[in-house]
């Protein structure tokens, strides 16, 4: 069974960087593509962007672009998303979730990841 952990989270003011951490655990020698969702108070989760299981294919929706980037360190079984530029709106929940795949690509459809993490709070506000 995967385990992931969530950590890096915290309160920003507008404009403000945090770097998330998703850490696995368990089975890590299997081929894993990760997505990170955010969900904020009284909305429905969002995909955020996702990285292949080799790393070589990223993803961001269009609000995030050229503000986040995610980014994988196989040998510590981690990958980070790195969040500049914050905004008020970007305010959520950040979850991380794995699937087993060796799939090219990756996809933010949140029914493909079977293997979530317990999520990290980031709040924007001044």
């Known amino acids: 069974q995967l385990q992931l952990v969530e950590f890096g989270g915290g309160l920003v003011q507008p404009g403000g960087s945090l770097r998330l951490s998703c850490a696995a655990s368990?089975?890590?020698?299997?081929?894993?593509?990760i997505g990170w969702f955010r969900q904020a108070p009284g909305k429905e989760r969002e995909g955020v962007s996702c990285?292949?299981?080799?790393?070589?294919?990223?993803y961001y929706i269009d609000s995030v672009k050229g503000r986040f980037t995610i980014s994988r360190d196989s040998a510590k079984n981690t990958v980070y998303l790195q969040v500049n530029s914050l905004k008020p709106e970007d305010t959520a929940v950040y979850y991380c979730a794995a699937a087993n795949t060796k799939k090219r690509l990756c996809v933010i459809n949140g029914e493909e990841y079977p293997y979530w993490g317990q999520g990290t709070q980031v709040t924007v506000s001044s």
């Open positions: 368990g089975f890590t020698r299997d081929y894993y593509a």
């Open positions: 990285i292949s299981s080799g790393g070589d294919y990223t």
